[in-house]
């Protein structure tokens, strides 16, 4: 057993769980620290090279954030609510809701990447460096409206690190910002195998799904009051959701997703839910549209 520099040991900060003790451990646990958990198999070839990746970054976190590793066969009923369907799937539970997550093994360097991502979620301090100060003023370019600046910023990191997943993910949002659709799905295209699967290019993906959406989106005040006219027409509800989003009404899209979703889960496939995976990935983790629509979410699965 080892004792950090914080004075908490291993053994707190990394632990198995299962069904029985997953209120305890994951729920309770984290309404105050971000709880990292690990869904594996003893048959999963991926799962034994994440794992250990993990719990070193967990340790390296010196108590910023903790561990619970689920065995997925023996957590068949957590599987279901969560629609896990591949292994290894790792969540990051904050306040008793999932904030961040990924699929499959990943890099080193985007395991720390997530957890330096939970950690700010949770209102943490994480490490930062030259490049993310310059990540951090091409955003702050994207957000006022300097879009070729940002871009170019992006562009600039990427010439000192060709698989900064953050840097490549927002050069795609910058391009999307602009309008150039199609040269941002080719960039996205063409990303480095490294990254192609980090959280920051899945971000980036989602919205460009929902900038394609916009263009073919309806009026917001006939939809609307389709909807008023007929509450259980749930296509008509899908559709204002689809185009609230597009003019910049994400909270109120959000809305009538989970309506939708509490209506009938399973209506077209489970449209609602996976346009609302879509809409949580394409804003930023600590978004409290996301927060609080993932935790509506969770209550209605777990209900």
């Known amino acids: ?27 309770d646990a ?39 590793k689920v065995n997925a066969d023996e957590a068949q009923m957590i599987m279901g609510q969560l629609q896990i369907q591949s292994l290894p799937t790792v969540y990051a539970f904050y306040k008793g809701q999932p904030i961040d997550g990924f699929q499959g093994a990943v890099p080193a360097s985007e395991i720390k990447d997530f957890i330096d991502r939970v950690i700010k979620a949770s209102g943490g301090e994480a490490p930062d460096d030259g490049l993310n100060a310059a990540i951090d003023a091409a955003e702050e370019m994207l957000g006022e409206g300097a ?60 919205q460009l799904l929902l900038a394609r959406q916009a263009a073919d989106a309806g009026p917001v005040a006939e939809l609307t009051a389709a909807v008023e006219a007929a509450p259980d027409d749930l296509h008509a509800r899908f559709d204002l959701a689809q185009a609230l989003y597009a003019n910049g009404d994400a909270q109120g899209a959000v ?9 009938d889960r399973e209506w077209n496939e489970g449209a609602a839910k996976a346009q609302l995976f879509t809409i949580f990935d394409a804003l930023k983790p600590e978004d409290p549209i996301v927060l609080n629509g993932r935790r509506k979410l969770s209550s209605l699965i777990f209900a």
């Open 147 to 206: 879009f070729e600046d940002a871009a170019q910023t992006f562009a600039a990191v990427l010439g000192e690190d060709p698989n900064n997943a953050k840097a490549y993910g927002g050069q795609v949002r910058a391009l999307i910002a602009m309008g150039e659709l199609d040269q941002a799905e080719a960039l996205l295209n063409g990303a480095p195998i490294e990254i192609s699967k980090a959280p920051e290019l899945e971000a980036a993906h989602a």
């Open 30 to 68: 984290s309404q105050h620290t971000p709880i990292i958990v690990d869904f594996w198999a003893p048959w999963c070839g991926p799962c034994r090279t994440l794992g250990p990746q993990l719990e070193e970054a967990v340790k390296a976190a010196k108590g910023a954030v903790k561990m619970v």
């Open 255 to 263: 809305d009538h997703l989970l309506e939708l979703f509490k209506q």
């Open 1 to 27: 057993m080892e004792l950090n520099l914080t004075g908490v040991t291993d053994d707190d900060l990394i632990k198995d769980g299962d069904e029985a003790s997953f209120m305890a451990d994951v729920v």
